[in-house]
Nanobody
Framework: QLQLVESGGGLVQPGGSLRLSCTAS????????IGWFRQAPGKEREGLLC????????NYADSVKGRFTISRDNANNTVYLQMNSLKPEDTAVYYC????????????????WGQGTQVTVSS
């Protein structure tokens, strides 16, 4: 059974950093594109970053440009979201998603989603 599990969320002060992990089970990530998304209370889900199965990155959100980066470790079947210079407006539930897609670019949609991990930025 294909499963994604996010971890690494928590409470952090403004200006701090967190690294989220997205670990896959039931399949290998080698041929999957992975995206990171977030949803704040009362807001629509927002796409942040994506990395294609070939390692090409796509940034969906100007609000995180220069602060968030995506990386993947196929050997450990894990994708990471490094978040630096965190702001209170980054508070949200963060989700990873996967799609079997062998192109250089990221796919238009994702079929498999994790359960999310809460990130709270507050002093």
């Amino acid at each position: 059974q294909l499963q994604l599990v996010e971890s690494g969320g928590g409470l952090v002060q403004p200006g701090g950093s967190l690294r989220l992990s997205c670990t896959a089970s039931g399949f290998t990530l080698d041929y999957y594109a992975i995206g990171w998304f977030r949803q704040a209370p009362g807001k629509e889900r927002e796409g942040l970053l994506c990395m294609s199965s070939r390692g090409a990155g796509t940034n969906y959100a100007d609000s995180v440009k220069g602060r968030f980066t995506i990386s993947r470790d196929n050997a450990n079947n894990t994708v990471y979201l490094q978040m630096n210079s965190l702001k209170p407006e980054d508070t949200a539930v963060y989700y990873c998603a996967a799609e079997f897609y062998t192109g250089w670019e990221c796919p238009p949609d994702f079929a498999s989603w994790g359960q999310g991990t809460q990130v709270t930025v507050s002093s």
